[in-house]
Nanobody, 123 residues
Framework: VQLQASGGGLVQAGGSLTLSCAVSGFNSDDYVISWFGQAPGKDREFVAGMRRSAGKIEYSDSVKGRFTISSDNAKNTVYLQMNSLKPEDTAVYYC?????????????????WGQGTQVTVSS
């Protein structure tokens, strides 16, 4: 399985960005793609996740109402629409893949990771 993340950049507070994660090499429709953010000096944290087969979606409390995870199954791509961005959203964002049940929020449950894309929100 390979994941290719893209879409990061520099944006002012209150602005928006859309991250993309292109997934390839999988052989089942029952998998989870999640986004994690890692700020400098901090642990990688769960942001949002989606289970493709069931449509189950989870968000961290810090992004509920601001971020939206979605997918284009024809393109095997998962998106993270990030609105009302705040300086504290600044991080490297990674997409990750797992087949573990539910939508796990711990990084250790994920088997494959994309390369990360930098999001910087200026105040």
């Amino acid at each position: 399985v390979q994941l290719q993340a893209s879409g990061g950049g520099l944006v002012q507070a209150g602005g928006s960005l859309t991250l993309s994660c292109a997934v390839s090499g999988f052989n089942s429709d029952d998998y989870v793609i999640s986004w994690f953010g890692q700020a400098p000096g901090k642990d990688r944290e769960f942001v949002a996740g989606m289970r493709r087969s069931a449509g189950k979606i989870e968000y961290s409390d810090s992004v509920k109402g601001r971020f939206t995870i979605s997918s284009d199954n024809a393109k095997n791509t998962v998106y993270l629409q990030m609105n009302s961005l705040k300086p504290e959203d600044t991080a490297v964002y990674y997409c990750a893949y797992t087949t573990v049940i539910g939508v796990p929020e711990q990084p250790l449950h994920y088997y494959y990771w994309g390369q990360g894309t930098q999001v910087t929100v200026s105040s």
